[in-house]
Structure formats: C-alpha cells, structure tokens
C-alpha cells in the first residue's frame, strides 16, 4: 500500500487557510442577523447602538481573519525592518478606539517613545490586533484596556490587560494550541496559536501573567538593531524599507 505524505509546510498552510475561513462563518451571522434586525423593526436607540457595536466587532473581526488569509497566501518569506514600538502600538489600538468607546472601554497606554527593535511589523502587529481584540470581547458591558511596555538592553516586553472575568483555569493550559477555544461559538481558536508562531519565529515569548482581574497577555520580543545611535537607526531603517512594499 503506497501512502502519500503531505509536507509539513502545505499541512500547515492548509489547516490556517481552513480554520480562517471556518471562523468567518461567525462573524458573517452575526452582521446578518443584525442586519435583519435593523431593517425589521422599528427600535429604540440603545438597542440600535448595541446592535451597530456588535456589527461594527464583527467586521473589525472578518478583516483581521482575511489579512491572515492573504499574508499566508501571498507568501511564506517576512520582512523585518527596524520599528518603534509606540508607533506599533498606537497603530493596532487606532482599529479598535471606536469599538472600545461604543462599548465604553477605556484604553489606557504606557508606552514610551524610542523603543526600537527589529521585527516583522505586519505579523507583529497582527499579534497585538488578536489581543486587543480578544480583550474588548471580553468586556461587552465595559472595562479598561491596559497596554504597556517596558524595555531593557535586551529585551522589550508588551503587556495587554483587560477588566474582564479573566482566563478560566480549565483553558489556560491550553490556551496557545490550536483549536483550544475560549467560549467562542463556532470558533477554532486559531488566533492565539498564530499569534505564538509570529512571536516565536521572531525569538521571542508569549505568555500569560496572574492579574488581580481580567487577563493579562506578556509578549517579550528581543532588541537585536545594530545600534543605539539615531543615525545607525536611520541608515538601518532606510535599507530595510527599501523594496518593503508589505509594511502598513
């Protein structure tokens, strides 16, 4: 009996192509059911708010599953270039400030200018987006998003933490590893996992640290640019965009 062995590689690529498109189903109903809830009934303005807020998460959501879908499908090879970190942040939390005021969420940043490293920006970024994300779904009635960051010669370390009912013992052992969901109907639970490979394919870690309420999410990225002067920054910064036409 002969077997054919499909390579590691296609395996992979065919699993995150078949669980994005899986997890589109989820927020495709809910726009739809909501849709036919406008257009059905006359209601009053804080149902019609709750209803836009819940279509409004639910596209935010269908983008970040097809920008996965197109970066995988376009292609396997990434580009590191020089970047700050305040200027990634502000960027992902920009995406979700009008979700977080419908919702009344307060985004709190502590993140201090001039922190540099090297790093894939669309992918890292990627990352950051599945956790603020994941956070505002956790507070649909309201709460504080904290993002902050704290760096050494080494290192950078970026903590995400939310006001939510937190990580639930039975999943947190599991929470990085495909398809472990968290309560998510018709979710595989893939954005977690995903956002582990980025992290890890850059050197660094994911993880979760205890938190008095909520979850708090830890990234810690390693600081490897070739100087700590301005101008090496900028020279290395200019070779690294030259030809990058995937940066945001």
Same mark, same amino acid.
């Given at each position: 009996?002969?077997?054919?062995?499909?390579?590691?590689?296609?395996?992979? @690529?065919?699993?995150?192509?078949?669980?994005?498109?899986?997890?589109?189903?989820?927020?495709? /109903?809910?726009?739809?059911?909501?849709?036919?809830?406008?257009?059905?009934?006359? &209601?009053?303005?804080?149902? +019609?708010?709750?209803?836009?807020?819940?279509?409004?998460?639910? *596209?935010?959501?269908?983008?970040?599953?097809?920008?996965?879908?197109?970066?995988?499908?376009?292609?396997?090879?990434?580009?590191?270039? &020089?970047?700050?970190?305040?200027?990634?942040?502000?960027?992902?939390?920009?995406?979700?400030?009008?979700?977080?005021?419908?919702?009344?969420? !307060?985004?709190?940043? /502590?993140?201090?200018?001039?922190?540099?490293?090297?790093? =894939?920006?669309?992918?890292?970024?990627?990352?950051?987006?599945? &956790?603020?994300?994941? %956070?505002?779904? %956790?507070?649909? !009635?309201?709460?504080?998003?904290?993002?902050?960051?704290? *760096?050494?010669?080494? @290192?950078?370390?970026?903590? +995400?933490? !939310?006001?939510?009912? #937190?990580?639930?013992?039975?999943?947190?052992?599991? &929470?990085?590893?495909?398809?472990?969901? +968290?309560?998510?109907?018709?979710?595989?639970?893939?954005?977690?996992?995903?956002?582990?490979?980025?992290?890890?394919?850059?050197?660094?870690?994911?993880?979760?640290?205890? *938190?008095?309420?909520?979850?708090?999410?830890?990234?810690?990225?390693?600081?490897?640019?070739?100087?700590?002067?301005?101008?090496?920054?900028?020279?290395?910064?200019?070779? @690294? =965009?030259?030809?990058?036409? #995937?940066?945001?």
């Amino acid at each position: 009996m002969s077997v054919i062995t499909i390579p590691s590689r296609q395996t992979g @690529s065919l699993s995150a192509v078949a669980s994005i498109v899986h997890d589109l189903r989820n927020p495709l /109903a809910t726009i739809h059911g909501s849709a036919e809830m406008l257009a059905g009934a006359h &209601l009053p303005q804080e149902q +019609v708010q709750r209803i836009a807020r819940n279509m409004y998460r639910a *596209s935010v959501h269908m983008r970040e599953l097809l920008d996965e879908f197109f970066q995988r499908a376009g292609s396997t090879k990434y580009e590191r270039r &020089l970047t700050s970190i305040r200027e990634l942040v502000d960027s992902a939390v920009d995406r979700i400030t009008l979700a977080a005021e419908i919702q009344s969420v !307060d985004i709190v940043q /502590a993140v201090p200018d001039g922190v540099m490293t090297v790093l =894939d920006r669309h992918r890292i970024h990627r990352v950051l987006m599945n &956790l603020l994300v994941n %956070a505002l779904e %956790a507070m649909p !009635d309201g709460g504080t998003l904290h993002i902050s960051a704290v *760096s050494d010669r080494a @290192s950078v370390l970026i903590r +995400v933490r !939310d006001t939510g009912p #937190g990580i639930a013992p039975e999943i947190r052992s599991r &929470l990085f590893e495909p398809f472990a969901t +968290v309560g998510k109907a018709n979710g595989l639970g893939m954005g977690l996992a995903f956002a582990r490979q980025a992290v890890i394919d850059r050197g660094g870690d994911i993880g979760t640290e205890s *938190s008095d309420q909520g979850a708090c999410f830890a990234i810690r990225l390693p600081r490897n640019q070739p100087s700590s002067s301005p101008q090496a920054r900028a020279k290395y910064a200019a070779r @690294s =965009d030259s030809g990058n036409s #995937g940066a945001e």
